[in-house]
């Protein structure tokens, strides 16, 4: 009787054993299903989405800058009317008051400096030499810079040369850009998403295997601006202007908005 139950406590042993390293190994390798995807069972793709695209927006910046003496109050006021002159002619050519930002307003003293050379200390006991004097401020120059958002492209070369008709000594940083390029993007996007989805289902056939979930998505963009003008610094427009060159004519040429995607999926 003794060694029947010992029998019987050895079989349990022994079934319950199993039972617990099947249900091991059963989560062991629902575990594995649901990571390896992530890490071993998948792939990534590739796409890649262009358009190219007609700018909608002109920027250039214009600036006056006032140099003088010592009386600042007086600076300021030629400085003032003169951007204002440039202003008001900008607003009479159509253009908004909402595309008109003044970008920066700088105060900076000019110093005239002393140049004392050597100073040898005397060793009979006589005076000292006098002290070097300290650089002094001899005038201000004020440069205030004032940015334009052009929509009509047909006003970029009558605007270049007014503001500096009216006033401004620089003018600089003529760019084309898009003034709201989501749905450029959008486009471009759903096209590089596309390029993917076919390659991972070519890569799919290729290998025998069936593409699985989408695990993940990463975007980059790439869009480039076109500067026609303002490269070569300021003052080539601005001189060529007040020499009575006639306006410029500027093209905006055109702009690529790029989108690259990777997209990663599970192998099934």
Known sequence: MNIKIKDYIGVLVVVTLAVISYATLSYVNTYAKIAEPATFRSFSVSGEGK????????????????????????????NTAS??????????????????????????????????????????????????????????????????????FSLIGDLIAGVVENGANSVSQLNFTIDDPTKVESEARAKAITQAIEKAEAIARAGKFRVGKLLSIDENSYPVARYAYGQG?????????????????IEPGSEDVTINVVLRYEIR
């Not at 358009?51 to 003496?69: H, K, L």
């Open 233 to 249: 610094g300021d003052f080539a427009i601005a001189e060529s202007v007040k020499m009575g060159a006639p306006a410029p004519t």
């Open 51 to 78: 358009i190219v695209a007609v700018p909608d927006i002109a920027q250039f910046n214009f600036s006056v800058v006032t140099e003088g003496g010592a009386d600042l109050n007086q600076l300021q006021t030629n």
């Open 83 to 152: 951007v204002n002159r440039s202003i008001d002619f900008v607003k009479n050519k159509g253009v908004p008051e909402e595309d008109i930002k003044t970008q920066s307003y700088n105060i900076e003293p000019r110093y005239q400096y002393f140049n004392c050379g050597p100073r040898i200390l005397s060793l009979g006991g006589g005076d000292a030499p006098a002290p070097c004097p300290p650089p002094e401020i001899i005038g201000y120059t004020i440069r205030q810079s004032v940015a334009v958002k052009i929509r009509d």
